[in-house]
């Protein structure tokens, strides 16, 4: 518990907690279920082991260019922390031969502690953009950047990401993500210190993913 907890400090702290979803916009109409699974790598049982931080949410098409969702944070809300996020994402570039599909989303976290009360919110807005490739007929690969704001500092935070979504079933597709959470914020020592540290900055994250597609 000490570690999990320890880790769910870092993970609040650098935000972006969980995979990113939806990579490309999904057709208008089109409702979509989402979970994600993991986190900053930890020291579990002297092994590294990504934290099993748990979201779920939902996505919809609103038009063709505009896809709204909504996560809700299951194991900050085991620990007393209520997670929600909310985010619209939208197509700035269709892929055409080499130039890969460009996805911006504007999105915002909040998190209210319930154990002192319901009077400690904290919302942290986020600029996301990746962009992908499509593989074949069923797979994605993509890359971004996370832009984080807060007003403690570190007032911006930032995560680049690289991951492939896999077709599974008809319905069904799988996610996996590697994150470099908080880059720009030296970890060495605090409330930052990661695990997995790529020399003295951020933490590796490693998130794997399932989507449901109604």
């Known amino acids: 518990m000490k570690y999990l907890f320890a880790a769910l400090v870092i993970s609040l702290s650098m935000i972006g907690c969980g995979g990113t979803q939806p990579i490309r916009v999904l057709e208008e109409g089109r409702t979509q279920a989402s979970f994600s699974l993991?986190?900053?790598?930890?020291?579990?049982?002297?092994?590294p082991v990504p934290m099993p931080y748990l979201t779920v949410g939902a996505m919809h098409?609103?038009?063709?260019?505009l896809t709204l969702s909504a996560n809700a944070h299951l194991l900050s809300a085991a620990l007393g922390d209520v997670g929600l996020d909310a985010g619209a994402s939208m197509r700035l570039l269709k892929q055409d031969g080499a130039i890969p599909e460009v996805t911006g989303k504007a999105q915002i976290y909040f998190f209210d502690n319930l154990a002192r009360g319901p009077n400690e919110p904290r919302l942290f807005p986020m600029i996301s953009l990746n962009g992908s490739y499509l593989i074949g007929?069923?797979?994605?690969?993509?890359?971004?950047?996370?832009?984080?704001?807060?007003?403690?500092?570190?007032?911006?935070?930032?995560?680049?990401?690289?991951?492939?979504?896999?077709?599974?079933?008809?319905?069904?597709?799988?996610?996996?993500?590697?994150k470099?959470?908080?880059?720009?914020?030296?970890?060495?020592?605090?409330?930052?210190?990661?695990?997995?540290?790529?020399?003295?900055?951020?933490n590796i994250g490693v998130f794997l993913g399932l989507i449901y597609s109604f």
């Open 38 to 47: 993991g986190g900053p790598i930890i020291e579990l049982g002297g092994a």
């Open 61 to 65: 098409g609103f038009c063709d260019n």
């Open 137 to 178: 007929q069923s797979s994605l690969v993509y890359v971004g950047i996370d832009n984080l704001f807060q007003l403690s500092k570190p007032g911006y935070i930032l995560s680049p990401f690289i991951g492939t979504e896999f077709y599974i079933s008809r319905r069904i597709s799988g996610q996996l993500e590697a």
């Open 180 to 202: 470099w959470m908080a880059a720009n914020v030296n970890t060495e020592k605090g409330v930052f210190e990661g695990y997995g540290a790529i020399g003295s900055s951020g």
